[in-house]
């Protein structure tokens, strides 16, 4: 039965903060839209934050052609929540997500075709996936709907490198289905581990050694270089390294108040080539693993495309070559917000605490994907074209605006 305007609003802010909460969405990730009526819905609108959403500025959107009432435009996604009411008449609240577990499964292009019975009472016994097209297109809209034409008795459709669409009688059984599907993909993942190594239980650092051993890269270290961490102000950034900070000219790397580490180089040629404030290094098992391949990181995830960009380069850093090296990791940086350091990490690039957040959340996921899809041995990637018309769009739009709130 659909919602009353006012109450289909509040539950739509509500269910942003919650996904957030529980982990199924970060920053402006995802949407979330309730039915009204029999000919319309409201929806989230574009690229505003979840945490400060207010019901007024939840958009009214009409089922059959997508128009929508007032100034605020809505999510981008409108189309594939009007596909969900358009072919399931009981389907009064429908969440997308860009969830960890799921949009990892996604990538393979496999649907899940036995559900886990702890799972079926909620998913049924298959959730299928969506073939692949860029995001906010009407292309994706048109194989998301076909997807669900094809498979009518599924709730929860994974969407291939994107995400999920869950489509419940409810509030209440939309997250149900939101859940269960992230909790059966995790399942999916540690069952095919488990299935290609042999091994008699899993654990993740189980799993990224076999990644390791499979790819012939190096074993992970029993320390991390520290690459250190700073803040640009002006001409000057501060610089913190093992628990120690000093102040940096920008141009002369010379230190301010003290001795400048030898890795202010690193720092400074980065800050010479990107237009950022922040440089964190990031430490999570799966990213350091990726970065001891060797290999650069090539989009698997749209959101990776988007918010890092169209690749990500693997360098090396020498502690006895640190011009040269500080050089190649500047360059390669260019025109991206993070660079692998090999068996270190990675540097991250942003202007506020809310892109770092964005960007460390997506790498982590991109990293495991790695791992993951590596295992499944059903690697996919996301169009190059593609992955520079979601870069070029995000830089110019969308970053721009969330950066404004």
Same mark, same amino acid.
């Given at each position: 039965?659909?919602? #009353?305007?006012?109450?289909?609003?509040?539950?739509?802010?509500?269910?942003?903060? !919650?996904?957030?909460?529980?982990?199924? +969405?970060?920053?402006?990730?995802?949407?979330?839209?309730?039915?009204?009526?029999?000919?319309?819905?409201?929806?989230?609108?574009?690229?505003?934050?979840?945490?400060?959403?207010?019901?007024?500025?939840?958009?009214?959107?009409?089922?059959?052609?997508?128009?929508? #009432?007032?100034?605020?435009?809505?999510?981008?996604?409108?189309?594939?929540?009007?596909?969900?009411?358009?072919?399931?008449?009981?389907?009064?609240?429908?969440?997308?997500?860009?969830?960890?577990?799921?949009?990892?499964?996604?990538?393979?292009?496999?649907?899940?075709?036995?559900?886990?019975?702890?799972?079926?009472?909620?998913?049924?016994?298959?959730?299928?996936?969506?073939?692949?097209?860029?995001?906010?297109?009407?292309?994706?809209?048109?194989?998301?709907?076909?997807?669900?034409?094809?498979?009518?008795?599924?709730?929860?459709? /994974?969407?291939?490198?994107?995400?999920?669409?869950?489509?419940?009688?409810?509030?209440?059984?939309?997250?149900?289905?939101?859940?269960?599907?992230?909790?059966?993909?995790?399942?999916?993942?540690? !069952?095919?581990?488990?299935?290609?190594?042999?091994?008699?239980?899993?654990?993740?650092?189980?799993?990224?050694?076999?990644?390791?051993?499979?790819?012939?890269?190096?074993?992970?270290?029993?320390?991390?270089?520290?690459?250190?961490?700073?803040?640009?102000?002006?001409?000057?950034?501060?610089?913190?390294?093992?628990?120690?900070?000093?102040?940096?000219?920008?141009?002369?790397?010379?230190?301010?108040?003290?001795?400048?580490?030898? +890795?202010?180089?690193?720092?400074?040629?980065?800050?010479?080539?990107?237009?950022?404030?922040?440089?964190?290094?990031?430490?999570?098992?799966?990213?350091?693993?990726?970065?001891?391949?060797?290999?650069?990181?090539?989009?698997?995830?749209?959101?990776?495309?988007?918010?890092?960009?169209?690749?990500?380069?693997?360098?090396?850093?020498?502690?006895?070559?640190?011009?040269? =090296?500080?050089?190649?990791?500047? !360059?390669?940086?260019?025109?991206?917000?993070?660079?692998?350091?090999?068996?270190?990490?990675?540097?991250?690039?942003?202007?506020?605490?809310? !892109?770092?957040?964005?960007?460390?959340?997506?790498?982590?996921?991109? =990293?495991?994907?790695?791992?993951?899809?590596?295992?499944?041995?059903?690697?996919?990637?996301?169009?190059?074209?593609?992955?520079?018309? /979601?870069?070029?769009?995000?830089?110019?739009?969308?970053?721009?605006?969330?950066?404004?709130?």
């Amino acid at each position: 039965m659909a919602y #009353e305007i006012q109450e289909a609003k509040e539950l739509v802010v509500k269910a942003g903060k !919650d996904l957030i909460e529980k982990g199924l +969405i970060a920053r402006t990730w995802g949407n979330v839209s309730a039915r009204i009526s029999d000919t319309q819905f409201v929806i989230t609108p574009s690229g505003r934050a979840y945490e400060d959403l207010t019901p007024e500025e939840i958009v009214v959107v009409n089922i059959d052609d997508c128009s929508y #009432e007032g100034d605020i435009k809505p999510s981008s996604e409108k189309g594939v929540h009007a596909a969900a009411y358009r072919h399931h008449p009981t389907v009064d609240f429908v969440i997308h997500t860009h969830q960890k577990a799921a949009t990892i499964v996604s990538i393979t292009g496999m649907e899940i075709r036995n559900v886990y019975d702890e799972f079926k009472d909620v998913l049924g016994d298959k959730v299928p996936c969506a073939a692949y097209a860029m995001s906010t297109t009407d292309s994706l809209r048109k194989k998301v709907e076909r997807c669900i034409e094809m498979n009518p008795s599924a709730r929860a459709i /994974m969407m291939m490198h994107h995400g999920t669409i869950c489509m419940g009688d409810s509030y209440e059984h939309a997250f149900a289905l939101a859940e269960s599907l992230e909790k059966c993909c995790e399942k999916v993942i540690k !069952d095919n581990y488990l299935r290609h190594s042999w091994a008699k239980e899993y654990s993740e650092g189980d799993k990224i050694a076999y990644y390791l051993e499979k790819n012939d890269a190096p074993k992970m270290p029993e320390a991390i270089a520290d690459l250190g961490s700073s803040v640009r102000n002006g001409n000057i950034f501060t610089l913190t390294v093992g628990g120690k900070t000093v102040d940096v000219d920008v141009e002369t790397g010379v230190g301010i108040n003290g001795i400048a580490p030898k +890795i202010e180089k690193l720092h400074r040629a980065i800050y010479n080539t990107e237009d950022c404030t922040i440089i964190k290094q990031l430490t999570d098992p799966y990213v350091v693993a990726v970065s001891l391949t060797g290999d650069d990181m090539v989009p698997m995830i749209d959101d990776f495309a988007q918010i890092v960009g169209v690749d990500v380069r693997n360098c090396p850093w020498i502690d006895g070559d640190t011009d040269a =090296c500080a050089d190649e990791i500047g !360059d390669s940086i260019d025109n991206r917000n993070a660079v692998l350091i090999q068996g270190a990490g990675a540097l991250i690039t942003g202007n506020n605490a809310g !892109d770092i957040q964005a960007l460390e959340i997506i790498m982590d996921k991109a =990293c495991q994907a790695i791992v993951d899809v590596d295992i499944f041995n059903r690697a996919h990637y996301v169009p190059k074209l593609e992955c520079f018309l /979601m870069r070029t769009v995000y830089l110019a739009k969308y970053s721009k605006k969330i950066n404004e709130k």
